[in-house]
């Protein structure tokens, strides 16, 4: 069975930045027909307004959160035919294990590339009947590739070196979405996923 581009995909996140990257991502990877939703209550009200196939949710949010908006989802009947892929920065396998309990079909580690978000989507589509057991052999190797990403990852052109950057004494990094610090040698942010930039 093929991939069908023309699902209805609603982003749920509270991190504007976040939005626009998951976004592009599926922009990117064919999916054109994309909302959002700032936050678990404005996603609820848009799922009682139009039929989605597949949500991303961000599951720490302001308000009614991941946890408590898939509850939600998953009371009704009519929302069975949803797929929800839970957006998380930790790799706590309780967690997950309780997400998918819950009713998610999926998860994917913050930050994550272009690539890893495309075939987390696409196999979700093909397998969305994936057992809590699959699901939690992929997390080992996934949370190897997130530390990858953010010790390789290039620094966003937007942000340009300061003159004590040019001198070696580097000021703190500090996340671009939730304003805070890291001590980290990485250009994300452990707490949400966004790009750390550096104070001008």
């Known amino acids: ?68 908006f898939l509850a939600t989802v998953r009371q009704f009947d009519h929302f069975d035919d949803v797929m929800v892929m839970m957006v998380t920065v930790t790799a706590d396998r309780k967690l997950i294990l309780n997400l998918i309990e819950m009713g ?43 530390e990858l990403l953010m010790a390789q990852e290039p620094l966003p052109l937007s942000v340009k070196k300061t003159p004590a950057e040019a001198q070696g004494d580097q000021p703190a990094p500090f996340c671009s979405e939730c304003g805070i610090k890291s001590k980290e040698k990485s250009n994300f942010c452990y707490n949400c996923g966004s790009s750390l930039v550096v104070k001008a």
Do not use: W
Request: with cysteine.
């Open 104 to 146: 998610a079909n999926e998860y994917i580690l913050k930050p994550f590339s272009n690539d890893t978000f495309t075939q987390k989507v696409c196999y979700l589509m093909e397998n969305r009947h994936r057992t809590k057991e699959d699901i939690l052999a992929d997390l080992e190797e996934e949370e190897a590739d997130c």
């Open 1 to 68: 069975m093929g991939i069908d581009y023309d699902i209805q995909i609603l982003v749920v996140d509270d991190s504007r930045m976040m939005r626009s990257l998951i976004r592009r991502y599926l922009i990117n990877s064919g999916f054109p027909n994309i909302d959002q939703a700032a936050d678990g209550r404005e996603g609820i009200t848009m799922m009682q307004k139009k039929s989605y196939d597949l949500i991303t949710l961000d599951v720490v949010m302001p308000g009614m959160d991941g946890m408590e």
